[in-house]
């Protein structure tokens, strides 16, 4: 429930600020429950670090983070209207997911989804607005794309090679890898949560390329954040 979600965060974010961690991005919102956090603890209603939230990600319909059935939104200008909405809830960045994924069950997680038309409206809409983007994806192909559109940073990056993280490297754009998401040594998390099984096939099979683009990132000195 959304009382529920509140309450873990508010725990959450006390907890976070006692382990000496002063400032934390969240990329991807659930029902504006970042931003609202992120108010009460600007106002001294609730304890934890300074917060720069994506506001909820901008999925497109049929992509990774979708739901079957359901439409999101498709086309430039629906996506720069959510972009929009997100920023003008408080959002300081907005994420877009522009290849497939691990978490949805189904298609390529190299496929690159999102079209070069949307992926420019969206980080031109954004940075009109002073905000930066980061872009979810698996894809060289997708990335490249973003690249050349001015994003930010990338998420993850399982299937980056060497061309697409010497261009990262030119153009300055940050990685943020993620790499726990894919490897063996987080598969008893991802157990205990009870992650279903077609899931942990999905991540054990990108975690050796998935590490082999992080070493590559880091020999390319490319940007790396956490």
């Known amino acids: 429930s959304e009382a529920a979600l509140a309450l873990r965060m508010a725990h959450a974010a006390r907890a976070v600020l006692k382990a000496g961690i002063t400032t934390i991005r969240l990329p991807g ?55 929009r909405k997100e920023i003008s809830a408080g959002a300081k960045w907005i ?62 990056g399982y299937f980056l090679d060497k061309k697409t993280l010497r261009k990262m490297k030119r153009h300055g754009t940050w990685l943020i890898p993620t790499i726990v998401v894919s490897q063996p040594a ?6 205990r949560i009870g992650s279903p099984q077609w899931y942990l096939d999905r991540r054990n099979s990108v975690g ?3 590490w082999n683009a992080l070493e590559t990132a880091i020999s390319e000195g490319v940007n790396i954040a956490l």
């Open 95 to 156: 994420k877009i997911l522009i290849s497939g994924g691990i978490a949805t069950n189904g298609g390529g997680i190299a496929a690159p989804l999102m079209t070069p038309e949307e992926i420019n409206a969206v980080v031109d809409a954004a940075h009109r607005f002073g905000a930066k983007v980061t872009a979810h994806s698996g894809s060289p192909l997708a990335t490249s794309i973003a690249i050349d559109a001015g994003i930010d940073s990338i998420e993850h």
């Open 186 to 191: 987080t598969q008893p998390f991802f157990e």
């Open 208 to 210: 050796k390329v998935h």
């Open 29 to 83: 919102d659930s029902k504006h429950a970042d931003l609202a956090l992120d108010k009460a603890i600007k106002k001294g209603q609730a304890i934890g670090p300074r917060i720069y939230s994506s506001g909820e990600s901008l999925n497109i319909t049929g992509g990774h983070g979708s739901k079957k059935g359901v439409t999101f939104h498709d086309g430039p200008y629906e996506l720069v209207k959510a972009a």
